[in-house]
């Protein structure tokens, strides 16, 4: 039986509060819960699940209730598979990671060999002077995201390039030529880019791991960051790669940290259109899940605040906009207040982080949004003392987030 049960008989409740305060801050495996995945979902036609407001993240599948940490990584195994099963498709099994550094041209070059075949693709890298070790950030499309770069003052910066395993459409267009699928050809038609991509980072980090000495690198104080959809993809990231200590997701809007359920009521409630299952961008998930999902939002066994928190214990900073109506940021703080709660019950509320604050272009990140990442970064990056209790709702202080988790244990 795959669940554990934790004694806590005769622990004094300082002694518990003392251990959680030193949950890691990362793992060295991609998932060190492996053992505990609970094989593939049902079929959504077989789903008897039903609940209009956002599940309990620590009621199991099985129905049973438990907040320990202790069975934690149960909880991530039975999440990521539905969000695989159903919204983005199977992260794939591969053999092997060969990698190599270039010091001249400053290139990390990988390739993952395949039953299909092997797929490569670069990186440039930006390593700081001196000798290191360096923390690392990995920023989508760009080396530090869209944040600033002087924010990751001391770090070496590694931008993902994900054209070279999924080309990205606005338009929705799917590129089943990609190099992704030419390796993985049974995904061409199932998958999401959200899927591959996110695979493809934890690719790219094995690199780092394989190449740390010639980098330079600190591998375990590792970080990710993007914007808008490739804010999606950060998030993505950090739920699925325990290796990643510090993630950063900038108004990431629907199907980021946006709950399905929560935009759709939002829509609902004041007629403005936002991201939702109906009008998602169906090159970047699954295509099944409008068919299984839309209009049926509470059969979904699961809602993004529980993406978020398969990230915890590790750190997390979300910076919003909500002048962007598209975003639904009403939706992402509702989001966030709810995955809030696994950090505070397990006792490192300054491990999650956010900042919702207009008056500033799309991931243009404003002065106070800036500080948060300073901050984040000296904490988690560099292991300085610094103060990370920082949850600014902005204009959404009075929103009663009360009415989507009240029937949580």
């Given at each position: 039986?795959?669940?554990?049960?934790?004694?806590?008989?005769?622990?004094?409740?300082?002694?518990?509060?003392m251990?959680?305060?030193s949950l890691?801050?990362?793992?060295?495996?991609?998932n060190?819960?492996?053992?505990l995945?609970?094989?593939?979902?049902?079929?959504?036609?077989?789903?008897?699940?039903?609940q209009r407001?956002l599940?309990d993240p620590?009621?199991?599948?099985?129905g049973?209730?438990?907040?320990s940490?202790?069975?934690?990584e149960?909880?991530?195994?039975?999440?990521s598979?539905?969000?695989?099963?159903?919204e983005?498709?199977?992260?794939?099994n591969?053999?092997k990671?060969?990698?190599?550094?270039?010091?001249?041209?400053?290139?990390?070059?990988?390739?993952?060999?395949t039953?299909?075949?092997?797929?490569?693709?670069?990186?440039?890298?930006?390593?700081?002077?001196?000798?290191?070790?360096?923390?690392?950030?990995?920023?989508?499309?760009?080396?530090?995201?869209?944040?600033?770069p002087?924010l990751?003052?001391?770090?070496i910066?590694?931008?993902?390039?994900?054209?070279?395993?999924i080309?990205?459409?606005?338009?929705?267009v799917?590129?089943?030529?990609?190099?992704?699928y030419?390796?993985?050809?049974?995904?061409?038609?199932?998958?999401?880019?959200?899927s591959?991509?996110?695979?493809?980072?934890?690719r790219?980090?094995?690199?780092?791991?394989?190449?740390?000495?010639?980098?330079?690198?600190?591998?375990?104080h590792?970080?990710v960051?993007?914007?808008?959809y490739?804010?999606?993809?950060?998030?993505?990231?950090?739920a699925?790669?325990e290796?990643i200590?510090?993630?950063?997701?900038q108004?990431?809007g629907g199907?980021?940290?946006?709950?399905?359920?929560v935009?759709?009521?939002?829509?609902?409630?004041t007629?403005?259109?936002?991201?939702r299952?109906?009008?998602?961008?169906?090159?970047?998930?699954?295509?099944k899940?409008?068919?299984?999902?839309?209009?049926?939002?509470s059969?979904?066994?699961?809602?993004?605040?529980?993406?978020?928190?398969?990230?915890a214990?590790?750190?997390?900073?979300?910076?919003?906009?909500?002048?962007?109506?598209?975003?639904?940021?009403?939706?992402?703080?509702?989001?966030?207040?709810?995955?809030?709660?696994?950090?505070?019950?397990?006792?490192?509320?300054?491990?999650?982080?956010?900042?919702?604050?207009g008056?500033?272009?799309?991931?243009?990140?404003?002065?106070s949004?800036?500080?948060?990442v300073k901050?984040?970064v000296?904490?988690y990056?560099?292991?300085?003392?610094?103060d990370?209790?920082?949850?600014?709702?902005?204009?959404?202080?009075?929103?009663?987030?009360?009415?989507?988790t009240?029937?949580?244990?």
């Amino acid at each position: 039986m795959k669940r554990l049960f934790l004694m806590l008989i005769g622990i004094s409740l300082s002694t518990v509060l003392m251990a959680q305060k030193s949950l890691p801050l990362c793992y060295s495996k991609e998932n060190s819960g492996k053992s505990l995945s609970p094989g593939s979902s049902p079929k959504a036609e077989q789903i008897t699940y039903n609940q209009r407001f956002l599940p309990d993240p620590f009621l199991f599948s099985d129905g049973i209730f438990d907040d320990s940490f202790n069975n934690w990584e149960l909880h991530r195994n039975e999440v990521s598979q539905m969000v695989q099963d159903y919204e983005i498709g199977i992260r794939p099994n591969f053999n092997k990671v060969v990698s190599e550094f270039d010091a001249v041209s400053k290139k990390l070059k990988v390739k993952v060999l395949t039953d299909s075949g092997q797929l490569e693709f670069f990186s440039d890298v930006v390593i700081p002077e001196g000798k290191g070790p360096f923390p690392v950030v990995i920023g989508m499309n760009f080396p530090s995201g869209s944040i600033k770069p002087q924010l990751f003052e001391g770090c070496i910066l590694i931008p993902f390039y994900h054209d070279q395993i999924i080309k990205s459409s606005h338009q929705a267009v799917r590129d089943t030529a990609a190099a992704f699928y030419k390796v993985f050809p049974e995904l061409r038609d199932v998958s999401g880019n959200y899927s591959g991509w996110s695979w493809a980072i934890s690719r790219l980090i094995d690199a780092i791991f394989q190449q740390k000495k010639r980098l330079h690198a600190d591998i375990s104080h590792i970080a990710v960051t993007g914007c808008s959809y490739a804010g999606k993809m950060a998030m993505f990231a950090g739920a699925f790669d325990e290796r990643i200590a510090l993630t950063i997701i900038q108004e990431s809007g629907g199907g980021g940290i946006n709950c399905w359920r929560v935009s759709d009521y939002y829509t609902d409630s004041t007629t403005h259109d936002v991201e939702r299952v109906n009008n998602t961008n169906y090159s970047w998930f699954s295509p099944k899940f409008k068919d299984d999902f839309n209009g049926k939002l509470s059969r979904l066994p699961y809602d993004h605040h529980q993406i978020i928190s398969m990230i915890a214990p590790r750190a997390v900073l979300v910076l919003g906009n909500p002048d962007f109506e598209w975003l639904c940021d009403y939706s992402g703080y509702v989001s966030c207040a709810a995955a809030a709660k696994v950090w505070d019950r397990f006792g490192i509320s300054d491990r999650f982080g956010f900042v919702f604050e207009g008056g500033h272009n799309h991931c243009m990140a404003c002065d106070s949004e800036n500080d948060a990442v300073k901050r984040f970064v000296a904490k988690y990056l560099f292991g300085k003392k610094s103060d990370t209790n920082i949850r600014e709702a902005g204009i959404f202080k009075d929103v009663n987030t009360n009415r989507w988790t009240s029937h949580w244990q």
